[in-house]
Nanobody
Framework: QPLLVQSGGGLVQDGGSLRLSCTASGSIFNIGDMGWYRQAPGNQREMVAL???????HYADSVKDRFAISRDDVRKGVYLQMNGLKPEDTGVYYCSADMKPRSTMIFSTYWGQGTQVTVPS
């Protein structure tokens, strides 16, 4: 069964930077679109950034020009560089990936374990 493992995150000052990483493991035949989502306390999970298999990127308006998503298909990883962090960026960040495991050969969406990002006001 594919697994997504996240690293990065933590506490950073207003205006600071963080980099989140997420790596897939397991018997994977193919990886499709990958992305990052976040959930602030009391709010629903929202899309932050997406990257397709062709490298096309999409961002939430609130993070455009501050965050950058990238992927490394050799390492089966997706990354989120976050610059100019603001208190409103605080939340739990989750990576996601559409993956086709060799066991089923069916694409499904998988999620990382989540990592806390805190930007004190």
């Amino acid at each position: 069964q594919p697994l997504l493992v996240q690293s990065g995150g933590g506490l950073v000052q207003d205006g600071g930077s963080l980099r989140l990483s997420c790596t897939a493991s397991g018997s994977i035949f193919n990886i499709g679109d990958m992305g990052w989502y976040r959930q602030a306390p009391g709010n629903q999970r929202e899309m932050v950034a997406l990257i397709t298999t062709y490298g096309t990127t999409h961002y939430a308006d609130s993070v455009k020009d501050r965050f950058a998503i990238s992927r490394d298909d050799v390492r089966k990883g997706v990354y989120l560089q976050m610059n100019g962090l603001k208190p409103e960026d605080t939340g739990v960040y989750y990576c996601s990936a559409d993956m086709k495991p060799r066991s089923t050969m069916i694409f499904s969406t998988y999620w990382g374990q989540g990592t806390q990002v805190t930007v004190p006001s």
